[in-house]
């Protein structure tokens, strides 16, 4: 199925790796233009220089940018229509998320911070590329964390910070629809990339497999099924739907795959 992405310009935060990276991929793949950027300059030239390997260097920009930055996400903004034209058709939002800390331990550095990055970083971003959006229509995708729709311990800064970028992004679609402008929000749950590799590697008695019988499905993700999610509801085939929250988590937020076995008859 032709998503009606080829030719089109596509903005991707944190493109270095895990799942921004595949979304960049995959959207290249439907024959978009893609900036991805990333705080490490590093790891954005490699990252720059695998996707353009795959998919030729004039469809790549990759940047080094602090998504807390404002005078980065602007030259993110300003370097990609001078690359690629003077329209921006689809803007993906993506991070590695606030700080996992017991409430008592967050103080208002911290609170600042965490706003600065994952919730400022989104408005700014917003902000910056909409006058590109106008003329043409065009899709802003979110992503956040599905742990906004089940509060955990250590998780005060993840949920409030990103309740915060979905309240924003929801009154955005209502603003900018007259535009022909969708605005979404995509819940991730778990998929192996390397946040989860971290994580198992602080919590030992954790495994790839223990966490992915937590979803109906009993696996966690892999960061290509996320990316075709992305794809599909930043595709002008999907310009109708706006103004959603949707998990893409292997069906966690229902509950857990596993269940009691049946006492014998």
């Known amino acids: 199925m032709d998503l009606g992405l080829t030719g089109k310009v596509a903005i991707v935060g944190g493109g270095s790796d895990g799942l ?5 991929d995959r959207l290249l793949n439907e024959g978009a233009f893609v900036t991805i950027f990333g705080r490490r300059a590093e790891k954005a030239a490699a990252a720059a220089e695998e996707l353009s390997r795959r998919h030729g260097e004039d469809k790549v920009l990759g940047l080094a940018a602090d998504c807390s ?3 980065d996400i602007d030259r993110v903004t300003a370097s990609t229509v001078a690359r690629f034209g003077e329209a921006v058709h689809v803007l993906v939002t993506n991070d590695g998320g606030p700080p996992v800390r017991p409430i008592s331990e967050l103080t208002d550095d911290v609170w600042v911070t965490a706003f600065e ?4 970083y989104v408005v700014r971003s917003v902000r ?3 006058p590109y959006m106008t003329t043409e229509g065009g899709s802003i995708l979110n992503v956040v964390s599905a742990v ?5 311990v250590n998780m005060a800064a993840p949920v409030t910070v990103w309740s915060a970028v ?3 992004a929801q009154t955005l679609a209502l603003e900018v629809g007259r535009h022909n402008i969708s605005v979404n929000t995509l819940m991730a749950g778990l998929f192996d990339t390397q946040l989860v590799d971290k994580m198992i590697d602080r919590q030992p008695q954790l495994s790839k497999d223990r966490l992915g019988n937590r979803a109906p499905l009993g696996r966690i993700g892999e960061p290509r099924e996320f990316a075709n999610m992305v794809a599909t509801l930043v595709s002008p085939n999907s310009r109708f739907v706006t103004g959603t929250v949707t998990p ?3 069906g966690a937020l229902i509950g857990a795959g596993f269940g009691t076995p ?3 008859a």
């Open 262 to 264: 049946s006492p014998p």
């Open 69 to 71: 930055n404002a005078d």
């Open 148 to 152: 906004v729709q089940r509060p955990a």
């Open 166 to 168: 979905i309240g924003y």
């Open 248 to 250: 893409v988590d292997g």
């Open 20 to 24: 921004g990276f595949a979304i960049a």
């Open 128 to 130: 910056a590329t909409l």
């Open 117 to 120: 990055r994952h919730f400022y």
